[in-house]
C-alpha cells in the first residue's frame, strides 16, 4: 500500500529565513509520481510540481527547490528567503502512473512571521 | 483562464438532511476529481469521471454519497442522508489529459465547507 508521511506537523519561521519540509514515501511500485501542493488559507490546492521517479535531479524554481532521494524515499521541499505569502499547508502526494492510487500525506503547516 | 469553480462555499446542514455540491471543471478538462478532506487531514479521492464515465469510485460511500457528470462538463456531488462525520471540505478538480490517470496533474478549486451538526 502506498504511504506518504509529513513528520512536521508544523513550522514557524522568521521571514527571509529557509526553511525545508519532509517527505517520505511508501510504495512498492518502481514507476511513480510524487506531487508538492499548497493549500493557503482560501483552501484551495495549487500545484507545485509533480516528479516523475525516473527523474532523479533536483529542481529549482524561483524560492523553490525540491530534493528528490529515491534511496531513502524522500522528496523534501525548500524555500528559500521565505515570506509572509508562503504560510500554507503544504501537502506532499504520491501516485501510481498506470493505476488509480492516489494518496496525499497528513500536509505541514508552515506560519513565516513578520 | 477561469479556474475550477464549486458552490455553494460554505453549507451547514442537519445530520440526516440531504445536500449537493456542484463543480465547473476548467474548460477543455476531461478529467474530474471529487475529494474528500477531512480537517487536519490530506485530501482523499473519493471518485474520478473522464468525460461523463466514472474512471474510479472504489471510496465513495455509495450507500449515501451519488455523484453524476452529464455531459462530461459540470458534476454534482450528493449526500443523502449526511452523518456527522461527513463534515469536511468537497474538493472538485480537473486535468487536462484524456489519459484519466490520476497521476495527471490536477488543477483544484476552492471547495466546499460542509458542517454537519
Known amino acids: 500500500a502506498q504511504k506518504v508521511t509529513q513528520a512536521q506537523t508544523e513550522i514557524s519561521v522568521v521571514e527571509k529565513e529557509d526553511v525545508t519540509l519532509d517527505c517520505v514515501y511508501e510504495?512498492?511500485?518502481?514507476?511513480?509520481?510524487l506531487f508538492w501542493y499548497k493549500q493557503p488559507p482560501s483552501g484551495e490546492l495549487v500545484f507545485l510540481i509533480r516528479r516523475n521517479s525516473f527523474d532523479e535531479q533536483n529542481e529549482i524554481s524561483g524560492r523553490y527547490s525540491w530534493n528528490f532521494q529515491k534511496s531513502t524515499s524522500s522528496f523534501n521541499f525548500t524555500i528559500t528567503a521565505s515570506q509572509v505569502v508562503d504560510s500554507a499547508v503544504y501537502f506532499c502526494a504520491l501516485s501510481e502512473i498506470y493505476g488509480q492510487n492516489f494518496v496525499f500525506g497528513p500536509g505541514t503547516r508552515l506560519s513565516v512571521l513578520p | 483562464e477561469a479556474g475550477v469553480a464549486q458552490s455553494p462555499r460554505y453549507k451547514i446542514i442537519e445530520k440526516r438532511q440531504s445536500v449537493a455540491f456542484w463543480c465547473n471543471p476548467i474548460s477543455g478538462h476531461a478529467t474530474l476529481y471529487w475529494y474528500q478532506q477531512i480537517l487536519g487531514q490530506g485530501p482523499k479521492l473519493l471518485i474520478q469521471?473522464?468525460?461523463?464515465?466514472?474512471?474510479?469510485d472504489s471510496q465513495l460511500p455509495k450507500d449515501r454519497f451519488s455523484a453524476e457528470r452529464l455531459k462530461g462538463v459540470d458534476s454534482t456531488l450528493k449526500i443523502q442522508p449526511a452523518k456527522l462525520e461527513d463534515s469536511a471540505v468537497y474538493l472538485c478538480?480537473?486535468?487536462?489529459?484524456?489519459?484519466?490517470?490520476?497521476?495527471?496533474?490536477?488543477?483544484f478549486g476552492p471547495g466546499t465547507r460542509l458542517t454537519v451538526l
Open positions: 510504495t512498492r511500485d518502481t514507476t511513480y509520481y
Open positions: 469521471f473522464q468525460n461523463n464515465g466514472v474512471v474510479d
Open positions: 478538480a480537473s486535468s487536462l489529459e484524456a489519459s484519466g490517470r490520476i497521476s495527471d496533474t490536477q488543477y
